[in-house]
């Protein structure tokens, strides 16, 4: 699995209310992911992390942001959730080759 | 120009079958289209992957076909298991771009024993 754990596995909350999602891996691999799987579009990614602070935006990056302030860390935040932020959210690590993705077991957002 | 379609949709197939899902792409920019699986409740794992240089790749009883000129490449699971029953997903990237991945709409596999 990488050393890729993923918190929280589940959350229900309420719109306008925000919401941190926390990835950690314990590789030291420099490359980390968010991406989201909604039913028909497959997996979209909404930011990615190429080091220490340095983070990129992905295909579907509204409403979302993220920090990395250490290597092991990636946080995915909703500023204010929204239903359409409802889905199932996946880390990734990118432990060799470009397209060669490690992924967590994913943290299901309910949104209300 | 950089998505990536996938059909069917989903698949029922017989054991022992073969299970065929195809993808399409137009960005030629792409120099890698892995294969990921994934089951119920977990992530998606890396299954098999190619690079446009290669028209074909095998791994087992899973087979990448890769066509070029026409953007497409497929995936064979020959002499299907129920144990095959996942979504599979396959996908895309550039080399230059982070190794981002993009994704097609996945395909849910049904072997029926």
């Known amino acids: 699995d990488a050393g890729i754990t993923q918190s929280p596995r589940h959350k229900v909350t309420e719109t306008g209310t925000p919401v941190t999602l926390r990835c950690h891996q314990t590789?030291?691999?420099?490359?980390m992911y968010w991406y989201r799987q909604d039913p028909g579009h497959g997996l979209r990614l909404i930011h990615y992390?190429?080091?220490?602070?340095?983070?990129d935006k992905g295909e579907v990056s509204d409403g979302y942001s993220v920090s990395r302030s250490k290597t092991e860390d990636f946080l995915l935040t909703l500023e204010s959730a929204t239903s359409s932020q409802t889905s199932v959210y996946f880390c990734a690590v990118r432990p060799r080759s470009p397209g060669e993705l490690f992924f967590g077991e994913g943290s299901r957002l309910t949104v209300l | 120009q950089q998505q990536v379609k996938q059909s069917p949709q989903s698949l029922i197939v017989q054991k022992g079958g073969i299970s065929i899902i195809n993808c399409a792409y137009e960005?030629?920019?792409?120099?890698?289209f892995p294969w990921y699986q994934q089951f119920p409740g977990k992530g998606p794992a890396l299954l098999i992957a190619i690079r446009p240089d290669v028209s074909e790749k095998k791994e087992g009883r899973f087979t990448i076909s890769f066509n070029k000129s026409a953007k497409q490449f497929s995936l064979h699971i020959m002499d299907s298991q129920p144990g095959d029953s996942a979504t599979y997903f396959c996908?895309?990237?550039?080399?230059?771009?982070?190794?981002?991945?993009?994704f097609g709409q996945g395909t849910e596999l049904s072997v029926k024993p």
């Open positions: 590789e030291n691999h420099r490359y």
């Open positions: 996908a895309a990237s550039m080399s230059n771009q982070g190794g981002k991945l993009i």
């Open positions: 992390s190429y080091g220490v602070k340095d983070t």
């Open positions: 960005n030629t920019a792409f120099d890698y």
